[in-house]
């Protein structure tokens, strides 16, 4: 997709989750890439992804302003308009860069092709049971750690880096029951929903930020502040609650599961 040009909005979402998911199977085969083959390719993937994360950014905020409840059906918030114009804004300009920046997407579209041939050398049956268990052990390990972390400060940082560890971990659950015959689906649809509350909670937790920054009258900002902030006790409360029953059991006991999963 890459090569198209110009880059739509479901262009760049599209690409930015075909990433997520190839870096969450870069996890998975980690013992057998080896540190050094994965960290560079990782590292090329994350790059790419960081050269459309402004565009993709822009475009979630405009998406979870207007999902805020309004405060009335009739009467205009002028407040509330005056951010999504700059919100507005912002997008317009950030998809002026990229379309602007051409030099970047080659060389995007080149890491990506150089990332597939490193990739595609050695033997496919390397990535064996054994593997495939370290990788998902390893993901689901740090999760947990940052799910206790998560439970206990409930910090923005954290609840953001256990939505990235359980969206690696749905990329690889899902990889597992395609090639187990599905016995992994249920636990893969677990943490997709659990990413999608957590990915919901850090949008606001951003759109706050432009809140903070954004020039409101001050009754306003309480409003917009008070819906943020009442949304996300509401998310990360049901987060939590599902994040604890995927993330009951020890990394080892929780490889067992996945491997005596019903086919």
């Not at 992804?49 to 565009?55: I, S, Y």
């Not at 405009?62 to 059906?73: E, I, N, V």
Request: glycine share 6%; net charge positive; aromatic share 4%.
């Amino acid at each position: 997709m890459l090569e198209r040009r110009p880059l739509s909005d479901r262009s760049v979402h599209a690409v930015r989750k075909a990433l997520k998911r190839a870096r969450a199977m870069l996890r998975l085969m980690r013992a057998a890439l080896g540190d050094e083959a994965y960290r560079r390719n990782n590292a090329a993937l994350r790059d790419v992804a960081r050269a459309l994360g402004e565009v993709r950014d822009s475009k979630v905020l405009l998406d979870t302003l207007q999902s805020l409840p309004k405060r009335s059906a009739v009467a205009p918030d002028r407040s509330r308009a005056q951010l999504r114009a700059r919100l507005r804004r912002e997008h317009v300009r950030s998809r002026g860069t990229l379309r602007g920046n051409g030099t970047s997407v080659r060389r995007s579209y080149k890491s990506l092709r150089s990332v597939r041939h490193s990739l595609s050398r050695g033997p496919a049956d390397r990535y064996d049971w054994l593997v495939l268990r370290q990788g998902v052990c390893r993901v689901y390990g740090r999760a947990r750690i940052t799910l206790g972390r998560a439970r206990a400060h409930r910090t923005a940082e954290d609840l953001h880096e256990l939505r990235k560890q359980t969206k690696y971990l749905w990329h690889q659950l899902e990889a597992l029951a395609a090639s187990d015959g599905g016995g992994t689906r249920s636990l893969a649809a677990a943490a997709h929903r659990l990413s999608d509350l957590l990915g919901d909670d850090h949008n606001l937790t951003v759109l706050r930020g432009k809140v903070l920054q954004a020039s409101l009258a001050p009754s306003a900002q309480k409003r917009l502040l008070a819906r943020i902030d009442a949304r996300r006790e509401r998310l990360i409360g049901r987060a939590l609650v599902l994040a604890r029953r995927i993330f009951r059991d020890p990394p080892a006991i929780f490889a067992v599961r996945v491997a005596a999963a019903p086919h």
